[in-house]
């Protein structure tokens, strides 16, 4: 071990990184943002848009960062088993390899209810996952170590006689720094592992091609084996994605450094910033859910006013009046299908007085010589506060 922590400084297997001020901010933030989402019930629609975005932004981004020139649409045409052109092919191959890594160890964990130590069989196992069906695209042999020496930048990896020794040292490290199965295991040290764990791989960079996809894999793996929300388990691959530079340039200097505490933060920020996004998207999702409640409740008031033609019609204009814009008087028929077919055969004149009726149960406002869903009202049932920006 200590000729390994000679020759290999920044592969010394203990704590290196301390916790900034803001580190520390931003964890409990992650963790009150985790606890929100995970208690926040979400329709099953709602839900499975949630996942399928997760997947789609995942599988593009952990590929993406590797040179996958595949878009978000091309992604989500893969999602639903349509074939890319052949020119395409092993891109497409790389992203579907991402997508079934997802899928098996979401079933693994969150059904099977199976969980395992982070161990040399299981790295080599998520690189098969990762590296499957390539052939000459992937520059490794799917789930074996490198058996040859290789510089990435100015990085020069470890000597590939020296890899099975590392791996198997950090593994072992792993489970006594963090503990996991020991105990349970703190929001903190799940999600910090998670990262640390990344990066490691990458420092140590065991497999001939494909160590930054397998390294985002654990990570992944990791906040998920912790509770982390399905949902939310792919942000931080998308935020490297998004701030690949930032990402590079933070690896680099944790490198030269061998102190991890910069990138600790950066991984935190962003960590952050996407379960704002995610919570934001289910918060938004409630609000037309309440919305919607308060419609039917509005009209269930006035059912025995109307003839039930009448009460299906206005509620249904009630229902799929926009949320956040405003329409003019012509484009109501046009806002939805089911729009379009109650009013195919409607005078002007009727319509004029289904509006006015949502007008008087204020679920419509006019704002000049144009209509709007009338969401104040439920706005105005929510606790008042001061709002306060993030740093």
Known sequence: ????????????????????????????????????????????????????????????????????????????????????????????????????????????????????????????????????????HFNAIPGQLRNNDVVVGAYRCPDHRDVPLLLENMCQWLREEFRYKD?????????????????????????????????????FYILLRGGNPDIASHILSNYYNLTRTAYYRQIEKATQEKDLSDFIEYALLGFRDGLVQTL??????????????LIFGYFDGIRSTVTEEVFKRQRTLALEMPMGKSISFSEITNVSIPLAKIYSNISDKTIHRDIEKLLDLKLVVKQGDKYIANTGVLRSMIAKRKVVNLS
């Open 1 to 136: 071990m200590n000729n390994l922590n000679r020759e290999y400084p920044n592969l010394l297997f203990k704590k290196q990184w301390k916790l900034s001020d803001k580190s520390l901010i931003y964890l409990g933030q992650c963790e009150a943002y985790i606890r929100s989402i995970n208690n926040t019930p979400i329709l099953p629609h709602h839900y499975q848009q949630l996942m399928n975005i997760a997947q789609m932004k995942g599988a593009q981004a952990t590929t993406a960062i590797e040179g996958n020139t595949l878009s978000d649409e091309e992604v989500k045409k893969i999602m639903e088993k349509q074939k890319l052109p052949p020119s395409k092919a092993y891109q497409e191959i790389e992203v579907k390899n991402i997508l079934e890594a997802f899928n098996e160890l979401l079933n693994e964990i969150l059904i099977n209810k199976s969980e395992h130590f982070i161990t040399v069989d299981l790295l080599k196992r998520f690189h098969k996952m990762v590296g499957k069906d390539l052939a000459e």
């Open 183 to 219: 105990k349970e295991q703190s929001f903190s040290e799940v999600v910090i592992q998670a990262i640390v764990s990344h990066i490691y791989i990458e420092w140590i960079h065991p497999f001939g091609d494909g160590n930054g996809r397998t390294g985002r894999l654990v990570e």
């Open 280 to 293: 934001d998207i289910i918060q938004k999702s409630q609000f037309e859910n309440t919305w919607k409640s």
